[in-house]
């Protein structure tokens, strides 16, 4: 079983070293490190979104980064989890706080106990109650978040780390980027109704690519792209021709908007 990716973002050492030896008594994956500003904790998350950050208001860079995180994480619809963990206790900034919704507020005089009681309270609650019925389900297994993320079986997924999608059978298979590979009971055209992207292009019956992980075009109707953990790093997938046009366009407007 996947253990909970839990992220500190603290700008007080002491703090983080204290709520990372915390986590690591209940054997969470714990992302910590030097992410004491808005930018770094925002950039943490777009490179491994985690399932719950526990979020000191007060950055090194904002009086209230915490809550611009928050915003942030609310903003793009991602399916985290989010604990406040400050100082300050003033009803001002509470009510600031509440204005982007999260899970639980703590201070930091709370005892160890009372900390990880809300930690495990945070990571039990059902992540669809987060947002509102703009987020679109597919039997529950795929749910496509908004912006450039989408919610997968129970976690965020960035659209950017998918490579491509295989039908097979009534299962289809999610390739990531990173040589993960997620396997849910939905058709294909299920699939893409839940994932409405314009990166993600359906090219055969068996196949949904996406643009970025075209590693090279040999000609509109054969591609490559990443098959990260294969012999190659890639697999090369026809394209029929129904797709073709279509494709080769988007793919070389995809190619010249990433040239600038």
Known sequence: MRQPKVLIVEDDPRWVIKIGQLLKSQDYQIICGNIDTVERAITAIQKNIP?????????????????????YIRDNHLMVRI??????????????????????YLTKNSADEAILLEIEMALRF????????????????VMYAGGNFAWI??????????????????KSRIYLLNAEVIIVTLYLNKI????????????HKSYVVNISAITNMVNPEYI????????????????SKKYSKKLQEEYLRFAKAEEK
Do not use: C
């Open 126 to 141: 059902p992540l669809e109650e987060l947002y509102d019925s703009k987020i679109l389900k597919a039997n529950g297994q």
């Open 192 to 203: 893409m109704k839940a994932l409405k992207h314009p990166h993600l292009m359906r090219v």
């Open 51 to 71: 399932d719950l950050v526990i979020l000191d208001i007060e950055l090194k860079d904002s009086a209230t980064g915490g809550i611009e995180v928050a915003k």
């Open 224 to 239: 490559y792209v990443v098959n990260a953990g294969s012999k190659n790093d890639q697999l090369g997938i026809d394209v």
């Open 83 to 104: 604990i406040y963990l400050t100082n300050w206790n003033d009803r001002a900034l509470r009510t600031q706080a509440a204005q982007i919704r999260y899970n639980y």
């Open 153 to 170: 079986k129970g976690r965020t997924v960035a659209i950017a780390q998918i490579s491509f999608i295989e039908a097979e059978g009534y």
